[in-house]
């Protein structure tokens, strides 16, 4: 009996790889949703990418430079070149007209990165925010990693990332919340969640 992808119950006895497969250049990861692991996702592919010796680039959208996570602590000691131009948390922000402008920054600077094309890895962390809030405009995200170099690889992460982007990967991945410890009034955790 040849098992369908609903069925988990027993293993697959058919392979479920398409027949025809193809090598591409570079490839564009989209994760989204409201569930935990977006970026951490995210991060697991720059460290894969790392161990093959790759050139690797990070621009995160939302932490601020006071953030000082465990992800950029360790990618920087690897050799990771990581730009934390956001301002933080909105909620948090005095001024959302200046978070506005160092979002377009962290854009203009994705921007460059992706039309150099020294980096085989590009993580553009959290990027949906700017654009679901209009600070950067969707049509020119879509239109830059559709035109990247094309032996750039760009993962690009947050929540409610806007159809095209989507539309535009080869891959999406959507992370689903079925329960947070946050939901449950427990702080943010040094080691599991920066």
Same mark, same amino acid.
């Given at each position: 009996m040849s098992m369908t992808s609903d069925d988990h119950n027993e293993p697959r006895t058919e392979d479920p790889r398409p027949t %025809?497969?193809?090598? $591409?250049?570079?490839?564009? &990861?989209?994760?989204?949703?409201?569930?935990? *692991?977006?970026?951490?996702?995210?991060?697991?592919?720059?460290?894969?990418?790392?161990?093959? %010796?790759?050139?690797? $680039?990070?621009?995160?959208? &939302?932490?601020?430079?006071?953030?000082?996570? *465990?992800?950029e602590k360790v990618a920087k000691q690897l050799g990771v070149d990581w730009w934390t131009i956001g301002e933080g948390f909105s909620w948090d922000s005095d001024d959302l007209t200046e978070d506005e402008a160092v979002a377009q920054a962290a854009w203009a600077k994705s921007k460059e990165l992706l039309a150099d094309g020294s980096y085989k890895l590009i993580v553009l962390d959290e990027i949906s925010y700017p654009m679901n809030w209009g600070w950067i405009d969707t049509d020119?995200?879509?239109?830059?990693?559709?035109?990247?170099?094309?032996?750039?690889?760009?993962?690009?992460?947050?929540?409610?990332?806007?159809?095209?982007?989507?539309?535009?990967?080869?891959?999406?991945?959507?992370?689903?919340?079925?329960?947070?410890?946050?939901?449950?009034?427990?702080?943010?955790?040094?080691?599991?969640?920066?």
């Amino acid at each position: 009996m040849s098992m369908t992808s609903d069925d988990h119950n027993e293993p697959r006895t058919e392979d479920p790889r398409p027949t %025809e497969l193809r090598s $591409a250049p570079s490839l564009v &990861l989209v994760n989204t949703g409201d569930g935990k *692991g977006k970026s951490s996702a995210a991060f697991g592919v720059l460290l894969r990418a790392v161990a093959r %010796e790759w050139p690797v $680039a990070v621009v995160q959208f &939302l932490k601020s430079g006071n953030w000082h996570t *465990g992800e950029e602590k360790v990618a920087k000691q690897l050799g990771v070149d990581w730009w934390t131009i956001g301002e933080g948390f909105s909620w948090d922000s005095d001024d959302l007209t200046e978070d506005e402008a160092v979002a377009q920054a962290a854009w203009a600077k994705s921007k460059e990165l992706l039309a150099d094309g020294s980096y085989k890895l590009i993580v553009l962390d959290e990027i949906s925010y700017p654009m679901n809030w209009g600070w950067i405009d969707t049509d020119d995200v879509v239109a830059c990693v559709s035109s990247r170099n094309a032996n750039t690889n760009v993962v690009l992460t947050g929540r409610d990332m806007p159809q095209p982007l989507i539309d535009a990967a080869d891959t999406a991945t959507e992370m689903v919340n079925i329960k947070h410890a946050y939901d449950q009034g427990i702080r943010a955790k040094r080691g599991i969640d920066f």
